[in-house]
């Protein structure tokens, strides 16, 4: 889907609505404290994405690292849903060195039959949701890795998988880092700004937060504020796999594609019928970072951790978080 950066050439594009109707649907892609903080602008030919400031983390993300890789995620998700329409996307990742946050620049060519695993991704993206439960062991796995990391790597990714005995270190990390954080005034308020309100069009609701209860069940996870008080999933010890996405460096375009990278795994996993929680809290502070290179033993900075597993083939999904309209998002000219 992708040709070498800054290769983006003119051509056929396609019609407004069509570009409506994917940034709708790629909208859909996680971000952190679900800020949504991406821009787009079509203008008739080439689609740009622009980081949208007003929406950083100040707190929690000053670099804007997590910010870059929210929307990397939709970056990966608008060009699958272009593909599934019979468009490819040639890509240019961050072409304005005077303009940081001029993210990607899309040029577009027919595409007559796209593979069918990326339309199936697309199709996935509707169904994609963040389950903060416990979960069941992934059915499938060992099938399913290698075909995840060949997906990472075409990003310049690593991903692995961390043995299963990595799990209470990092369940006693994540308990350590919202201690400390709950002793930051600013992270605190930023918290809460962004979790717990279900009226609005961004931000994490209530209820797709876990109650203290569940979490405790999960124990790696981020210290959101807890969700109504519930005991879902309580017979459940969480069994989901927990997988790191790496690089060897650190920098916007490497950030741009960490996202692209994690879209792309957890719509795999979407479309084999599993369910995913994306953290990048973990490695919000170095230590953090350094015990993730530790575990994975290889040269790289981990930039994003994911539980991987399956709920219970009974449930009703949770619903779908809120997400901003379209046209806050999307101009034209």
């Known amino acids: 889907?992708?040709?070498?950066?800054?290769?983006?050439?003119?051509?056929?594009?396609?019609?407004?609505?069509?570009?409506?109707?994917?940034?709708?649907?790629?909208?859909?892609?996680?971000?952190?404290?679900?800020?949504?903080?991406?821009?787009?602008?079509?203008?008739?030919?080439?689609?740009?994405?622009?980081?949208?400031?007003?929406r950083l983390l100040s707190a929690a993300d000053p670099l804007g690292r997590q910010l870059v890789i929210s929307c990397g995620a939709m970056l990966h998700q608008v060009r699958a849903a272009f593909a599934d329409r019979g468009w490819h996307t040639d890509t240019a990742r961050v072409p304005a060195e005077k303009r940081p946050d001029h993210l990607a620049s899309i040029g577009f060519r027919p595409w007559a039959d796209p593979p069918a695993d990326i339309r199936a991704q697309a199709h996935a993206i509707a169904h994609r949701r963040t389950d903060r439960l416990a979960l069941l062991e992934p059915s499938g796995w060992d099938d399913l890795v290698p075909v995840l990391g060949e997906l990472a790597a075409t990003q310049d990714v690593r991903l692995d998988v961390l043995p299963e005995s990595a799990r209470p270190q990092l369940a006693a990390l994540s308990r350590e880092y919202a201690t400390l954080r709950g002793h930051d005034m600013f992270y605190d308020l930023e918290l809460h700004s962004w979790a717990g309100d279900s009226d609005l069009h961004d931000?994490?609701?209530?209820?797709?937060?876990?109650?203290?209860?569940?979490?405790?069940?999960?124990?790696?996870?981020?210290?959101?504020?807890?969700?109504?008080?519930?005991?879902?999933?309580?017979?459940?010890?969480?069994?989901?796999?927990?997988?790191?996405?790496?690089?060897?460096?650190?920098?916007?375009?490497?950030?741009?594609?960490?996202?692209?990278?994690?879209?792309?795994?957890?719509?795999?996993?979407?479309?084999?019928?599993?369910?995913?929680?994306?953290?990048?809290?973990?490695?919000?502070?170095?230590?953090?970072?350094?015990?993730?290179?530790?575990l994975i033993g290889c040269p790289g900075i981990p930039h994003a951790v994911i539980r991987i597993g399956s709920a219970p083939p009974d449930e009703i999904p949770a619903p779908l978080t809120p997400r901003r309209p379209v046209a806050d998002i999307l101009t034209f000219g």
Not at 31 to 48: A, C, I, K, M, Y
Not at 231 to 238: E, Q, W
Not at 268 to 273: D, H, L, M, Q
């Open 203 to 294: 931000g994490v609701p209530r209820t797709a937060l876990a109650s203290d209860t569940e979490f405790a069940l999960v124990g790696v996870g981020r210290g959101f504020p807890p969700g109504p008080r519930s005991t879902r999933r309580s017979h459940l010890a969480d069994h989901a796999r927990l997988v790191v996405l790496s690089a060897v460096r650190d920098s916007v375009p490497q950030w741009l594609r960490i996202g692209e990278a994690l879209s792309a795994v957890l719509l795999e996993c979407t479309a084999a019928g599993l369910a995913t929680c994306p953290l990048t809290n973990i490695t919000e502070l170095p230590a953090g970072r350094e015990v993730l290179a530790g």
């Open 1 to 54: 889907m992708s040709v070498n950066d800054d290769d983006v050439r003119d051509g056929p594009a396609p019609d407004p609505g069509t570009v409506s109707a994917v940034i709708e649907l790629a909208a859909r892609a996680p971000s952190v404290h679900n800020t949504q903080p991406w821009r787009w602008r079509f203008d008739g030919r080439r689609l740009d994405l622009f980081a949208d400031a007003e």
